[in-house]
């Protein structure tokens, strides 16, 4: 039963679909399955035993940590998205960073990186469908860092609610509703500014009407004008 498990975490995850029934059952020999739970730390960088870790259930961030104990979101990841040591090297990074869940009822599936890249060697198409992958999350990682470079921190937070919505909202017309499950300060480190200037600028949204704002949901009236 926990292998039959394994198998289907894996066959429905869009990375593993060019792999057939018997390749993807190999897989989970080697494969490390987890569940937890809101506010469980499950990946720090540099660890002794590196992984590549996937994301099957819930929403975790991603926390960068520079030398001075500053504290930078640098993602939210969603169901289908992959952490770990994505560069495929064991080296220590020169940052820090690690994965905390967000939500309850987190399951990941991970492998050991010296078993990845066994994998990747074996499977020339699961070699390309992982750079290709990968390639599109350094994208999206690279346009946030172009909009923490040149728009001002109320842009910023459009722009994030934008993608938010975008990937997570429930649509009724312009009108999108949002599972809330990020605090104030999560946001604030999320688009590089103060939690009292976050305060200010979703206090601003809500008294123009633009934004109703609680802890368990975020409405956005019209999306358009946001």
Not at 1 to 26: A, C, G, P, S, T
Not at 136 to 152: E, G, Q, S
């Amino acid at each position: 039963m926990y292998e039959e498990l394994k198998y289907w975490h894996l066959k429905d995850h869009r990375l593993f679909r060019v792999l057939n029934f018997r390749q993807i059952r190999q897989l989970c020999i080697i494969t490390g399955f987890k569940k937890a739970e809101k506010g469980d730390i499950l990946y720090f960088s540099g660890s002794d035993t590196p992984r590549i870790y996937f994301l099957k259930r819930g929403n975790i961030k991603i926390v960068e940590t520079d030398r001075d104990g500053n504290e930078t979101i640098k993602e939210i990841l969603r169901k289908g998205d992959l952490f770990g040591e994505l560069t495929l090297e064991s080296d220590r990074p020169s940052t820090t960073e690690y994965a905390q869940a967000l939500t309850d009822d987190i399951i990941v599936c991970s492998f050991l990186l010296s078993d990845f890249e066994n994998l990747l060697l074996k499977y020339p198409n699961l070699a390309l469908s992982y750079t290709k992958f990968v390639g599109l999350k350094m994208k999206r990682l690279k346009n946030n860092y172009t909009n923490l470079v040149f728009k001002d921190a109320k842009s910023r937070l459009s722009a994030f609610l934008r993608e938010w919505c975008e990937q997570e909202g429930v649509y009724d017309g312009n009108r999108v509703t949002l599972h809330n499950y990020l605090t104030q300060h999560d946001i604030a480190q999320i688009i590089c500014t103060t939690r009292q200037t976050a305060t200010q600028l979703l206090n601003e949204l809500k008294e123009k009407e633009l934004l109703i704002y609680n802890r368990r949901e975020i409405i956005i009236p019209d999306i358009s004008r946001i």
